[in-house]
Antibody
Framework: EVQLVESGGGLVQPGGCLRLSCAASGFAFSDYHMDWVRQAPGKGLEWVGRIRNKGRSHTTEYAASVKDRFIISRDDSKNALYLQMSSLRTEDTAMYFC??????????????WGQGTLVTVSA | DIQMTQSPSSLSASVGDRVTITCRASQGIRNSLAWFQQKPGKGPKSLIYDASTLQRGVPSKFSGSGSGTDFTLTISSLQPEDIATYHCQQYESYPLTFGGGTKVEIK
């Protein structure tokens, strides 16, 4: 059974830092691209960024709203995905989901999602 | 950025009704479109990719169609377990973008 389990969320002050983790199991983690997606309270889904698989040299893409503040990394030996967040703003308050992306048609699409971890940025 | 517009933002239908949700892209995305179901307090569940291909294990009452800029998700016979918010998402180009969601309720 595929599982994605996020952790590391909590309350942080504006300007602070936080590191989220996502533990993966039940699939060949190293073959997949991995993404972070967030959802502000009562709002829709917003893509945060992606880290590609080893075959694509673990290159990354980010949304403009988090570029230069957030860093996505992964440890394939631990089946783990990370999101290092810095210079946090109140508008970063959201539930953060990790998602796996697979390729079956030349494009990479989401197949599995975690349950999320809540990040609250407030003084 | 490619804007994704879903309609309606919410709908109320009776058990057994056929329900259709529309998603429109601001520019052509071929068939690079996915649909997700999200129940309250849960993470999304992938339903469809490539506009019309069901993810493994998704019941056949869900179907998707479209190409280019206009797409639809159809639930053939609405059941209480289908109560959720449905999201579309394009993966043709970065940044990946989602529609605003459609909340489906039982009348």
């Amino acid at each position: 059974e595929v599982q994605l389990v996020e952790s590391g969320g909590g309350l942080v002050q504006p300007g602070g830092c936080l590191r989220l983790s996502c533990a993966a199991s039940g699939f060949a983690f190293s073959d997949y691209h991995m993404d972070w997606v967030r959802q502000a309270p009562g709002k829709g889904l917003e893509w945060v960024g992606r880290i590609r698989n080893k075959g694509r040299s673990h290159t990354t893409e980010y949304a403009a709203s988090v570029k230069d503040r957030f860093i996505i990394s992964r440890d394939d030996s631990k089946n783990a995905l990370y999101l290092q967040m810095s210079s946090l703003r109140t508008e970063d308050t959201a539930m953060y989901f990790c998602a796996s992306a697979m390729d079956r048609s030349g494009n990479w699409f989401f197949d599995h999602w975690g349950q999320g971890t809540l990040v609250t940025v407030s003084a | 950025d490619i804007q994704m517009t879903q309609s309606p933002s919410s709908l109320s239908a009776s058990v057994g009704d056929r329900v259709t949700i529309t998603c429109r892209a601001s520019q052509g995305i071929r068939n690079s479109l996915a649909w997700f179901q999200q129940k309250p307090g849960k993470g999304p569940k992938s339903l469809i990719y490539d506009a019309s291909t069901l993810q493994r294990g998704v019941p056949s009452k869900f179907s998707g169609s479209g190409s280019g800029t206009d797409f639809t998700l159809t639930i053939s016979s609405l059941q209480p377990e289908d109560i959720a918010t449905y999201h579309c998402q394009q993966y043709e180009s970065y940044p990946l973008t989602f529609g605003g969601g459609t909340k489906v309720e039982i009348k």
